[in-house]
């Protein structure tokens, strides 16, 4: 049975522990989303490429490789279990050598890299849709008045996208706090891997996971909220 | 080749996939021309608009504008555009900016103009279409005429030397009508050169110096507005006009 008592034996002796696991959870999230925006910003420009009949062959050529390339990349990940693709780039990468001197931040590094390209594939989408649901007018009018396809994206179009990416970009990063947890099977000492090291140092079995998962609880619950009430108050200011 | 021929169509073609919508287009549009095209639904006439900036690019034939064949792949659409305004039936403002904004876009972002200057350009045109005082709104506060109007300043704001307008007041309250005719007329006396696409025959033959009929993707009659409306040779024609007058 669940233990109150044993759970308040075990924060006392490894809180520390527990903390440095979540701040560890915490930083990997931050830099993997920021990856993962970054690919995605990549991916989405690359997927919406058009090709026109004005391009000449070489090009049209080169742009139909690219959008292949950023098709097939969203949909492997998106089709595929984080789990799999954590274990593919972690190994591939250090069993060909890949690897800083420090054997603690060489784990960590391909951790981000991993659940970075994930989430890259999955913003990919929200950007795009988020570009894809500004009305064709606007990109449009925009041209008419001689502004070049990067102008017009720059002032008209990605001002008026990032309102609906916005939103979904920080419901990615409460997702990806969650996530993570799958990088302490490869071994990456985030706030999963600290529970499973207190569980078999202790040969206690489920309290440690529940300090674990109380404390996931209390920064995904507040912060999912805090989204939900911001979104709330940008949609009224745009109907008015 | 003639100065004052602002834009020469020869032989336009569109067509998307199996469809062919312009089958052969020729017309020349002088220097203060204002030409009405009207049509009935799907004859092709805002298609033959949209191909005058490319904003559809035509798969047959050639549009010059100012001596220089746009259809070209050497020529740059962009500098183009600069030159020919465009309004279009559902405004389009830009929903992001306000009012002075939408109207200050093109001179500052695109011409590089000085802050200062564009305002003062943008504020004399939101005044001439009679809104000098909404320029800190936001686009969706005014009402559809006054958005199309803003739409026009902003198309002015670059210094076209042709506006386009496709079906400007189609999505207008009918009270709302005439207070964007009423500056496009201004426009036309101020001796704007201008291509309209309207169902307002009204304003086709007060306003209009030609007047042109398309169906089925061809002109199939184009002649001053008084010999146009009252005098229509062709069947087509005579049955359309006998439907909406």
């Given at each position: 049975?669940?233990?109150?008592?044993?759970?308040?034996?075990?924060?006392?002796?490894?809180?520390?522990?527990?903390?440095?696991?979540?701040?560890?959870?915490?930083?990997?999230?931050?830099?993997?989303?920021?990856?993962?925006?970054?690919?995605?910003?990549?991916?989405?420009?690359?997927?919406?490429?058009?090709?026109?009949?004005?391009?000449?062959?070489?090009?049209?050529?080169?742009?139909?490789v690219?959008?292949?390339?950023?098709?097939?990349y969203?949909?492997?990940?998106?089709?595929?279990?984080?789990?799999?693709?954590?274990?593919?780039?972690?190994?591939?990468?250090?069993?060909?050598?890949?690897?800083?001197?420090?054997?603690?931040?060489?784990?960590?590094?391909?951790?981000?890299?991993?659940?970075?390209?994930?989430?890259?594939?999955?913003?990919?989408?929200?950007?795009?849709?988020?570009?894809?649901?500004?009305?064709?007018?606007?990109?449009?009018?925009?041209?008419?008045?001689?502004?070049?396809?990067?102008?017009?994206?720059?002032?008209?179009?990605?001002?008026?996208?990032?309102?609906?990416?916005?939103?979904?970009?920080?419901?990615?990063?409460?997702?990806?706090?969650?996530?993570?947890?799958?990088?302490?099977?490869?071994?990456?000492?985030?706030?999963?891997?600290?529970?499973?090291?207190?569980?078999?140092?202790?040969?206690i079995?489920?309290?440690?996971?529940?300090?674990?998962?109380?404390?996931?609880?209390?920064?995904?619950?507040?912060?999912s909220?805090?989204?939900?009430?911001?979104?709330?108050?940008?949609?009224?200011?745009?109907?008015? | 080749?003639?100065?004052?021929?602002?834009?020469?169509?020869?032989?336009?073609?569109?067509?998307?996939?199996?469809?062919?919508?312009?089958?052969?287009?020729?017309?020349?549009?002088?220097?203060?021309d204002?030409?009405?095209?009207?049509?009935?639904s799907?004859?092709?006439?805002?298609?033959?608009?949209?191909?005058?900036?490319?904003?559809?690019?035509?798969?047959?034939?050639?549009?010059?504008?100012?001596?220089?064949?746009?259809?070209?792949?050497?020529?740059?659409?962009?500098?183009?555009?600069?030159?020919?305004?465009?309004?279009?039936?559902q405004?389009?403002?830009?929903?992001?900016m306000?009012?002075?904004?939408?109207?200050?876009?093109?001179?500052?972002?695109?011409?590089?103009?000085?802050?200062?200057?564009?305002?003062?350009?943008?504020?004399?045109?939101?005044?001439?279409?009679?809104?000098?005082?909404?320029g800190?709104?936001?686009?969706?506060?005014?009402?559809?005429?006054?958005?199309?109007?803003?739409?026009?300043?902003?198309?002015?704001?670059?210094?076209?030397?042709?506006?386009?307008?496709?079906?400007?007041?189609?999505?207008?309250?009918?009270?709302?009508?005439?207070?964007?005719?009423?500056?496009?007329?201004?426009?036309?006396?101020e001796?704007?050169?201008?291509?309209?696409?309207?169902?307002?025959?009204?304003?086709?033959?007060?306003?209009?110096?030609?007047?042109?009929?398309?169906?089925?993707?061809?002109?199939?009659e184009?002649?001053?507005?008084?010999?146009?409306?009252?005098?229509?040779?062709?069947?087509?024609?005579?049955?359309?006009?006998?439907?909406?007058?």
């Amino acid at each position: 049975m669940i233990s109150g008592d044993r759970i308040v034996k075990i924060w006392a002796k490894y809180g520390h522990f527990y903390l440095q696991g979540l701040g560890n959870t915490l930083w990997v999230t931050l830099l993997a989303v920021s990856l993962g925006v970054v690919l995605g910003l990549l991916v989405a420009s690359g997927r919406m490429m058009k090709l026109r009949s004005r391009d000449n062959p070489v090009l049209k050529g080169i742009k139909a490789v690219v959008r292949f390339l950023c098709t097939a990349y969203v949909e492997v990940l998106r089709a595929t279990p984080l789990i799999v693709q954590v274990f593919v780039i972690y190994y591939s990468a250090t069993g060909i050598g890949l690897s800083l001197s420090d054997a603690t931040a060489t784990r960590m590094m391909w951790g981000i890299i991993a659940v970075g390209l994930n989430s890259g594939a999955y913003l990919s989408e929200v950007i795009r849709s988020g570009i894809g649901a500004v009305p064709g007018g606007q990109l449009e009018a925009a041209r008419c008045i001689g502004m070049s396809q990067w102008k017009a994206m720059r002032f008209v179009i990605l001002p008026q996208a990032i309102r609906n990416i916005l939103p979904a970009l920080c419901n990615e990063f409460v997702t990806i706090i969650k996530e993570t947890s799958v990088l302490a099977m490869v071994g990456i000492a985030e706030l999963m891997f600290k529970a499973q090291s207190i569980s078999t140092q202790t040969y206690i079995f489920v309290e440690p996971y529940i300090i674990a998962a109380a404390m996931y609880f209390t920064v995904v619950f507040p912060l999912s909220k805090l989204i939900a009430a911001v979104e709330r108050r940008m949609n009224k200011s745009v109907t008015r | 080749m003639s100065q004052d021929k602002l834009i020469q169509v020869k032989g336009l073609e569109k067509r998307f996939k199996r469809l062919e919508v312009l089958r052969g287009i020729d017309i020349d549009i002088h220097k203060g021309d204002v030409v009405a095209v009207i049509g009935p639904s799907g004859s092709g006439k805002s298609t033959f608009l949209r191909c005058l900036n490319l904003l559809e690019e035509p798969t047959g034939g050639q549009i010059i504008f100012e001596g220089t064949d746009i259809t070209s792949k050497e020529t740059n659409i962009d500098v183009m555009r600069q030159k020919i305004g465009m309004v279009f039936q559902q405004f389009n403002l830009f929903a992001n900016m306000t009012v002075l904004d939408n109207v200050m876009a093109g001179p500052l972002r695109v011409k590089g103009m000085k802050k200062d200057e564009a305002e003062k350009l943008a504020l004399g045109l939101l005044e001439r279409v009679g809104l000098g005082d909404r320029g800190s709104a936001y686009p969706i506060q005014l009402s559809g005429g006054q958005q199309q109007r803003v739409a026009i300043a902003r198309a002015l704001a670059m210094q076209p030397d042709v506006m386009l307008f496709d079906e400007p007041t189609s999505a207008l309250d009918p009270e709302m009508v005439r207070e964007v005719l009423d500056v496009i007329r201004q426009l036309a006396d101020e001796g704007m050169t201008m291509v309209v696409v309207t169902h307002e025959m009204g304003f086709a033959r007060e306003a209009a110096s030609r007047v042109l009929f398309m169906d089925e993707g061809v002109i199939m009659e184009e002649n001053g507005p008084q010999e146009f409306f009252d005098h229509p040779q062709n069947p087509r024609l005579q049955d359309f006009l006998s439907k909406v007058l």
